[in-house]
């Protein structure tokens, strides 16, 4: 087993657990994206060095990282806008405010 | 040893005697009242070998172009405490600056003037820059008081630190210009004042405290607007922006915790909140707190920021006080306001008139000594001699100098270095020198109207039309100039330039079709019949009583004065400048306008904030 | 050996920074301090990508998060409403369960990271320009098709925001 | 070694750089004015600003500083006269100039001033502008290099300079990096008529100084990186490599510092409708031109 690895990977779960927070526990929707970002980040770690300590000649595993932070953009692009259309008609970005998308 | 006014504290010596004679090489100059101040007096700084700079923050020394009139000082009082040490004060034609600290250098308002202060401020950086005592600056322009607000409840203000009694919010500390209760102004030096809410802006205080009247801080009412919480003042009055009286603060305090009660009222425990189940008790709604504000056109609720541009702005002209409410980058609100009012001391002999109304506007003096003697020609029912020709070139040198301000402000040095010296070799031009430098000039101009994507940024730009005289009116069409009946254009085969739709670059231009039409004005007049210091005296005596009228195109456009003597003195005088039709006008124009877009157009229209008191 | 130890203390060191510029995040007042700690935060990540020897992706972290947290920056300022974060308005809700969740859910991959057998660690990955042409050629040749489709998906988006972003007019309105 | 060859070098080019800045602005050429000024900021007083964050304000003009020097430690000299000859080089570059914009928004927010924030966020819009134009000619370049790294997009260059080779990147190359540097006409965070110096506002002495500095290293840098890119950097007859690299990074600096000062400042919103509707689907064609030249003729 692979020292390095591990610490990696403890890494990110580090960054998932304090990105879960704070996704869990804001109520402002930019401090929401904020927290998927952290568990985004958590993920290209891992997948980062699962390609390095596991398979570093597939080029594959790096790849994975690529899509993940088109993700990480996509996010961001979508959630903006969303935050925009929400605080034009509702001027408030919280969540607690957001009772209609309460399903 | 004599150090600077603002030296710095530190031993003299040694390694600091290197970086004092490198100070000495590198003075840069913040100019008061302005640019455009300074090239109508006929000052270099750069040929002088002063830099220019655009902020207090990075200039070393004050350069005073003239006169300063009270507000103006005061200002420059903030502006010279924004300066960081070593500092010093230059001081052209201008006798009393208290309360700004004596002068390191003086000399007359002339590039010659300047010269020698600057050789006297180089000795005097190199020897004095840093010394072991320093007198530290203090002027009541600088007092300001700490109080605590509420971030979300603007309404609500007190003297110490606490919490919110609305919200629960800890309260921020703001900075406010005014009553200045001994003790609270110990930071240090004072450099921080500038840092007012907002920023740095010196003029801003000056500005600003001239709504909240000096009155003893003590227990007393704070009065605040109804509609403008943020206004808040410790004397009853009016409000700034609305107008409307000031009603003490607890009247307001009270409306407005009412009515944030009734809105939600998720504060006062865990029972109120029901209607959102899950909810925080100490939960703040931002609903609530963007409800009611203003929305910009395109939906969105933005912080506004009240940011003063001005007095001292070096984009705009010198004097000049404007204050934009900026809702994110586009101008929400604006408020343009010209200098005081300076008085002509009643019993002024008619004699001194011409000189003090030409000293009360050096950017359009010419213009303005021709109008007093008109209008004390008027007065006596004759005629003044034909001024025609020192008129055309004083229109010619303004347009000018506006150019270079513009230049400026729109970043095109170069231009802004050729068109201040084609203003300088103009000022004082006899008919002949202007006839040969008026190929150069119009060659020059017709450079300009190529110059690379000016055309673009300016078109359709601060579209202006309503204004009733002047060229900002002929750029829009109108036809408007008092040259037209003025006798002392009767021969010379005038008739007014008008054309073009207002906007930005249509005023460009209209300025540079009337420096052409001036050149051949000028040409046709002949001479000029005398420079400086006056037109011709009247060659009757003048008038002791009666009341008399006159009307000149400045540069800028139509000015009128009244005029009643009575027993040899000016009883009462009575001025119109273009500045009080084009001001409202111009705040109309800014609405809704990007910044940047707004100060080009607030440029382009060359106001002089100069007044004279009723 | 020794490179594997610096290795390590270097993963170790910049995870710490990346988890701390995290917490910071969630900790600090201010809204821009909030969005320039998460910028750390990933530069950080960045950084360990570098220690891991995948040094396209490093570079293009570091420099993709610069700009998407500026831009970040200033949504906080427009939609906080919080004027400098000064005044220390408590945005939280459900603190005690995500706590809880958060806790939860390290302690869960914690376990999973080190009870789990990874088997051997490969010593050696390719050499920067190599692995920088060869991840070309995996994305051009047998991956082209997802990444076509994260191009596609990534164009959508722009479309998309910015016509659920644009200001209504009058048009729209009829 | 090459570290400091390197430094020396960048503190030439930008006391050069002042200079040059210096006539460009006031209209005297002066060797001995940047040092003046940059003596006299150290002996002012440093002024900090009621209420100000004070993190960011001390922090930006070093990050700055920092950016400016990374980005440099990527460009070569000479063979071998590089700092870090990264397999990815020209992203790094990008990388590290990406950072110009976290260290202006941080000074424009640092101070609590509404001149110096409206600049750092203005320049936030700029840089929406400028970042593709920076991003896809460098794409170009590295398509016909087959490599990132920069000494390999030089000797890429030694049949034919890329300025010949692909004209529309260069052009557009040079136009981003001025507005990545704020150079007029994009000097909108500082422009003088504007802002009244804008994020620079608030500072003063040593930071100023600092702040100043960083950016004529930002400067050279891309003008390096022009030159690296776009002008065969080392490569040229008669004179070491070094010299033929130096020489052409402060022609392209020069050239940057001087080209807009005739033309009137542009606005953000302006510059962004060029970026997005000119300067991208330009930077597109660049690509596929040097993608069809580099498949039919091989040089």
Redesign the interface.
């Known amino acids: 087993m692979s020292i390095e690895l591990a610490i990696a990977l403890s890494v990110g779960a580090g960054l998932f657990g304090v990105g879960l927070y704070g996704a869990l526990s804001q109520t402002n929707l930019v401090m929401i994206l904020m927290g998927v970002e952290l568990i985004l980040a958590a993920a290209l770690v891992n997948l980062v060095a699962f390609w390095r300590y596991l398979h570093p000649d597939v080029m594959a595993g790096q790849m994975f990282v690529l899509i993940v932070m088109t993700v990480m953009a996509v996010e961001m692009a979508v959630g903006f806008g969303i935050a925009i259309v929400r605080f034009r008609s509702r001027g408030s970005v919280e969540m607690e405010e957001a009772r209609e998308l309460k399903g | 040893m004599n150090a600077l006014s603002g030296a ?1 504290q530190a031993m003299p010596g040694g390694l ?1 005697g ?3 004679r ?2 000495a ?2 003075l840069r100059a913040f100019v008061v009242p302005g640019l455009d101040i300074a090239r109508a007096g006929g000052l270099d700084p ?1 040929g002088a070998g002063l ?1 220019l700079a ?2 207090p ?2 200039a ?1 020394v004050l350069l005073i172009a003239g006169p300063l009139p009270p507000d103006l000082l005061k200002a420059a009082c903030v502006v010279w405490a ?1 300066m ?3 500092r010093a004060i230059l001081a052209l034609g201008a006798d009393n600056i208290a309360p700004l600290p004596a002068p390191d250098a003086i000399g007359a308002l002339s590039q010659d003037g300047l010269a020698e202060g600057v050789a006297t401020l180089r000795k005097a950086f190199a020897i004095g ?2 010394a072991r005592n320093v007198t530290h600056f203090d002027a009541p322009a600088l007092a300001a008081r700490i109080e605590y607000t509420c971030p979300m409840h603007p309404e609500v203000i007190s003297d110490e630190p606490g919490k919110c009694p609305i919200c629960g919010m800890f309260l921020v ?1 703001r ?1 406010v210009s005014g009553a200045a209760p001994a003790g609270d102004g110990d ?1 240090k030096d004072h ?5 007012h809410e ?4 010196a003029p801003a205080q000056a500005a600003q405290s001239d709504h909240s009247p000096h009155a003893a801080h003590g227990d007393a009412a704070v009065y605040t607007c109804p509609m403008h919480p943020e206004v808040t003042s410790d004397s009853p009055g009016s409000c700034p922006k609305c107008g409307m009286d000031l009603v003490p603060q607890d009247e307001g305090d009270a409306q407005s915790g009412h009515a944030g009660h009734s809105g939600h009222g998720g504060h006062e425990g865990h029972d109120d909140a029901q209607d959102i189940p899950g909810i925080e008790p100490h939960f703040m709604s931002m609903v609530e707190l963007t409800e009611g504000k203003p929305a910009s056109p395109d939906g969105l609720i933005m912080e506004w ?1 009240e ?1 003063p541009f001005g007095p001292f ?3 705009l002209p010198g004097g000049l006080g404007l204050i934009l409410t ?1 809702d994110g ?1 586009s101008v929400a609100e604006a408020r343009l306001h010209g200098a005081k009012p300076i008085p002509l001391p009643s019993g002024c002999p008619v004699a001194e008139l011409p000189e003090r109304l030409a000293a009360a506007f050096p950017l359009t003096h010419v213009a303005m000594r021709a109008l007093a003697h008109r209008a004390i020609a008027a007065v006596g029912g004759g005629a003044a001699a034909p001024d025609a020709a020192a008129l055309e070139r004083e229109r010619i040198a303004s347009h000018l100098n506006w150019l270079a301000g513009f230049a ?8 802004e ?1 050729q068109g201040a010296a084609l203003q300088r070799v103009l000022v004082g031009a006899a008919a002949a020198d202007i006839a040969a430098a008026a190929p150069g000039l119009r060659r020059f101009l017709d450079r300009v109207r190529r ?4 055309r673009s ?2 078109e359709g730009l601060g579209g202006l039309t309503g204004a009733k005289g002047g060229p900002v009116a002929r750029a829009a069409g109108t036809a408007a100039d008092a040259r037209a009946k003025d006798q002392a254009y009767d021969g010379l085969d005038f008739t007014p330039i008008a054309g073009g739709n207002g906007d930005a670059l249509a005023r460009l231009m209209q300025r540079f079709a009337e420096i052409g039409q001036s050149l051949d004005l000028i040409a046709r007049a002949g001479t000029i019949a005398s420079s400086r210091p006056s037109s011709p005296p009247p060659s009757t005596p003048p008038p002791r009583a009666g009341h008399g009228m006159a009307t000149v195109e400045t540069a800028r456009g139509p000015a009128t004065l009244h005029l009643t003597l009575s027993d040899g003195t000016v009883e009462r005088a009575h001025l119109t400048t273009p500045f009080e039709d084009l001001a409202p006008l111009a705040t109309d124009m800014v609405r809704q306008m ?4 707004a ?2 157009s607030i ?1 382009a229209l060359d106001l002089d904030p100069r007044r004279l008191a009723a | 050996m020794s490179v594997s130890i610096g290795q390590s203390l270097f993963l170790i060191f910049f995870g710490a920074a990346a988890v701390w510029f995290g917490v910071v995040v969630f900790r600090t007042h ?1 809204m ?2 909030s969005a ?1 700690a998460l ?1 750390f935060s990933q530069t950080a990540v960045g950084a360990m990508f570098l220690v891991m020897q995948a ?2 992706l490093g ?2 972290q ?2 993709m998060m ?2 998407e ?3 970040m ?2 949504f906080m ?1 427009m939609f906080m409403m919080d004027p ?1 974060g000064l005044g220390a308005m408590d945005m939280t809700h459900q603190k005690r369960l995500s706590l809880w969740a958060g806790g939860i859910g390290l302690t869960f991959a914690l376990a999973v990271i080190w009870l789990t057998g990874w088997g051997p660690a490969a010593q050696a990955a390719p ?3 190599e ?2 042409a060869a991840l070309g050629r995996e994305l051009l040749g047998r991956s082209m098709f997802v990444f076509e489709s994260a191009g596609l998906t990534i164009l959508t988006a722009m479309v998309a925001a910015t016509m659920v972003a644009i200001a209504p007019t009058e048009e729209h309105g009829r | 070694m090459s570290i400091f060859a390197i430094l020396l070098g960048l503190a030439f080019g930008g006391w050069l750089m002042a200079a040059l800045e210096g006539w ?5 050429f002066s060797l ?2 940047p ?3 940059a ?2 900021l ?12 004070r ?2 304000f001390e922090t930006a003009p070093i990050l700055l500083l920092v950016a400016g020097l990374l980005a440099a430690a990527v460009i070569p000299l000479a063979p071998g006269l590089i700092v870090a000859d ?3 080089g020209a ?2 570059l ?2 590290a100039l ?2 110009v ?2 260290a202006l ?2 000074a424009g ?1 640092g ?8 600049g750092g ?2 320049f ?1 819009g700029q ?1 929406i502008g400028y ?1 593709m134009l920076i991003v896809m000619p460098i794409t170009a370049v590295a398509m016909r290099a087959q ?3 920069t000494t390999q997009i030089v000797t890429s260059q030694a049949a034919l300079w890329n300025v010949a080779y692909q004209p529309l990147g260069f052009a557009l190359f040079v136009v981003a990096a001025m507005a990545l540097a704020w150079l ?2 994009f ?2 965070p500082s ?4 802002l ?2 804008g994020i ?6 040593p930071r ?1 100084a600092v702040l100043r500095l960083a950016r004529m290293v930002v400067v050279l840098a891309l003008a390096g990186a022009v030159s690296t890119f776009y002008l065969g950097g080392w490569l040229g007859p008669w004179l070491p490599g070094w010299a033929w690299s130096g020489g052409k990074t402060l022609a392209v600096a020069a050239l940057m510092l001087t080209l ?8 953000e ?2 510059f962004l409708e060029f970026c997005w509707k000119a300067g991208v689907p330009l930077a597109l064609v660049n690509i596929f031109l040097v993608g069809v030249i580099a498949l039919v003729v091989p040089i």
């Open positions: 710095r600091r290197l970086v004092a490198a100070m090489a590198d750069a830099r655009d902020t923050r990075h070393n924004q960081p040490r070593p820059a840093f500390e900075e930071h450099h921080g004042q500038g840092a907002h920023g740095k802006s920021i940011v702005f070096p984009g900026l980058d400026r402000q729109m970043g095109l040095v170069r231009l270095r110059t690379p994507l000016l940024k300016l990007e910044l940047a877009d100060l080009i440029g | 201010s821009v301090r320039i910028l040094e396209f570079v293009l570091i420099m610069a700009s947290m500026s831009v920056a200033i300022v400098g050499a920067a320009a692995q920088t | 460009a602005v006031h209209g005297r001995v004015r040092l003046a000024s003596l006299a150290l002996g002012r007083e440093a002024v900090v600003t009621r209420k100000s964050d993190l960011f990264l397999a990815t992203l790094f990008n990388a990406a950072y914009l976290v928004i941080m927010w101070p609590d001033g509404a001149y110096a924030m409206i966020w203005r936030l840089f970042s490599s990132l790294s007029p006409p000097d909108l422009g003088t008529g504007d009244a110096g620079e506002a608030e500072y003063t002495g100023l807009g000062r005739h033309i009137p400042r542009m606005r919103a302006r």
